[in-house]
C-alpha cells in the first residue's frame, strides 16, 4: 500500500530527498506522496526511506491506496524500466 502525510507535517522537506521514485513534493500546506509513484521503497530499500527520516512520524500506511509486495515491486518496474 502507497504511504500517506498526515496533518501534523512540519514540512522539513527530508523525505522528499529519500524518495527513490519522487512521489513526494511540496503540497498545500503539507508535503504529499503521489500514490501512483509510491512503492513504499519496494525494490530498493528495506523500508520506507521518508518514514525513517521522518523527525515527527507523520508518514503513515494509506488505506485507501493497498498494494500487496508483488503489485509495489510491478510498479517499481513500471517507473524505473527494470
Given at each position: 500500500m502507497a504511504l500517506k502525510i498526515i496533518d501534523d507535517c512540519i514540512?522539513?522537506?527530508?523525505?522528499?530527498e529519500q524518495c527513490p521514485n519522487?512521489?513526494?513534493?511540496?503540497?498545500?500546506?503539507i508535503y504529499?506522496?503521489?500514490p501512483a509513484r509510491c512503492t513504499e521503497c519496494?525494490?530498493?530499500?528495506s523500508e520506507p526511506q521518508?518514514?525513517?527520516v521522518c523527525p515527527v512520524d507523520v508518514i503513515v500506511?494509506?488505506?485507501?491506496h493497498v498494494e500487496t509486495q508483488e503489485e509495489l515491486l510491478e510498479k517499481k518496474k513500471r517507473?524505473?524500466?527494470e
Open positions: 514540512c522539513c522537506g527530508l523525505c522528499v519522487d512521489a513526494i513534493s511540496e503540497g498545500d500546506p504529499v506522496i503521489d519496494v525494490g530498493f530499500f521518508c518514514v525513517k500506511q494509506d488505506p485507501e517507473l524505473h524500466g
